[in-house]
């Protein structure tokens, strides 16, 4: 049993998951992070986790298909508002990512779980400087629909970790490190500074998430016997609804723990579709 100092991860990542509170889970997400560093944390579990399927999210944002979404431009103070709402929400549901990861798969070594602890830890003050960041525009988190696409992959994947990884870390998340120095470059050119700020911080941060990733992802396949290059191009095959989309930030991919095969692939599907 775990002395009176202890808090059990998975009891933490259960009362993230399905309590629709957003302040309560950055305060809760935080303060996972400081039990972390005060080696107060446990890593039992003495139980099943919950349907992916009854995961509880705050009222607002009103969520809706990609395919749904107004398309708006960052022309405009309210494009800006737009793209930097649509950007918060990406983060806010990595919170929801990082956290289902860790209680979702269990078994596995402690590693796994203070990796993906120190993720959500981050996700969660990125969020908290977007939000902040919307005020400029007199807006705040949840004031406009946000896309349901990132959660659907999870729910498509919660039976299976390398499918996880594969999708969310290594597909999804990792468009971000292929697009965002263009989009720094953007605000960068219009002059605004503190929104590169951000932008850096979470770039920067980013590469470390997807690089995590990676490393799981290949330690796990070699761990099962399988080949990490091929299952994983298996798996982006079997679960992502069409190709990813390119180019590819090459350098900053190899970075992250892609392999050059890797993203000779995803350069190659590209032309051979």
Same mark, same amino acid.
């Given at each position: 049993?775990?002395?009176?100092?202890?808090?059990?991860?998975? !009891?933490?990542?259960?009362?993230?998951?399905?309590?629709?509170?957003?302040?309560?889970?950055?305060?809760?997400?935080?303060?996972?992070? *400081?039990?972390?560093?005060?080696?107060?944390?446990?890593?039992?579990?003495?139980?099943?986790?919950?349907?992916?399927?009854?995961?509880?999210?705050?009222?607002?944002?009103?969520?809706?298909?990609p395919k749904d979404m107004?398309?708006?431009?960052?022309?405009?103070?309210?494009?800006? !508002?737009?793209?930097?709402?649509?950007?918060?929400? $990406?983060?806010?549901?990595?919170?929801?990512?990082?956290?289902?990861? @860790?209680?979702r798969f269990r078994g596995?070594?402690?590693?796994?779980?203070?990796?993906?602890? +120190?993720?959500?830890?981050?996700?969660?003050?990125? #969020?908290?400087?977007? *939000?902040?960041?919307?005020?400029? #525009?007199?807006?705040?988190?949840?004031?406009?629909?946000?896309?349901?696409?990132?959660?659907?992959?999870?729910?498509?994947?919660?039976?299976? $970790?390398?499918?996880?990884?594969?999708?969310?870390? *290594?597909?999804?998340?990792?468009?971000?490190?292929d697009v965002t120095p263009?989009?720094?470059?953007? #605000?960068?050119?219009?002059?605004?500074?503190?929104?590169?700020? +951000?932008?850096?911080? @979470?770039?920067?941060?980013?590469?470390?998430?997807?690089?995590?990733?990676?490393?799981? #992802?290949?330690?796990?396949?070699?761990?099962?016997?399988?080949?990490?290059?091929?299952?994983?191009?298996?798996?982006?095959? !079997?679960?992502?609804?069409?190709?990813?989309?390119?180019?590819?930030? *090459?350098?900053?991919?190899?970075?992250?723990?892609?392999?050059?095969?890797? $993203?000779?692939?995803?350069?190659?599907?590209?032309?051979? !579709?």
């Amino acid at each position: 049993m775990p002395s009176e100092k202890q808090h059990i991860l998975f !009891g933490l990542a259960e009362s993230c998951l399905f309590r629709g509170d957003l302040d309560g889970l950055l305060e809760q997400t935080h303060q996972a992070r *400081r039990y972390l560093d005060l080696k107060q944390l446990c890593f039992n579990s003495d139980d099943d986790p919950k349907p992916i399927s009854h995961t509880v999210f705050p009222d607002r944002p009103i969520l809706m298909m990609p395919k749904d979404m107004p398309r708006r431009g960052t022309e405009t103070l309210a494009g800006q !508002g737009a793209f930097f709402h649509a950007l918060a929400h $990406i983060e806010f549901v990595a919170i929801y990512l990082a956290w289902d990861i @860790i209680y979702r798969f269990r078994g596995l070594p402690a590693q796994f779980y203070i990796d993906w602890l +120190i993720i959500a830890d981050e996700e969660a003050t990125h #969020f908290e400087m977007l *939000r902040q960041h919307l005020q400029q #525009f007199n807006a705040d988190y949840g004031d406009l629909p946000a896309h349901s696409g990132l959660w659907w992959h999870a729910r498509e994947t919660e039976h299976d $970790i390398l499918a996880r990884l594969a999708i969310v870390p *290594r597909c999804m998340e990792a468009r971000g490190l292929d697009v965002t120095p263009g989009v720094m470059a953007k #605000f960068a050119a219009s002059g605004d500074q503190a929104a590169v700020a +951000i932008l850096q911080r @979470i770039y920067e941060d980013e590469i470390g998430h997807v690089e995590r990733g990676s490393f799981w #992802f290949n330690t796990l396949a070699e761990q099962a016997g399988l080949d990490p290059e091929v299952h994983y191009k298996n798996m982006l095959l !079997g679960f992502y609804k069409g190709k990813p989309k390119g180019p590819f930030n *090459r350098e900053v991919r190899l970075k992250a723990g892609f392999t050059a095969g890797e $993203i000779d692939w995803l350069e190659d599907s590209l032309t051979t !579709g």
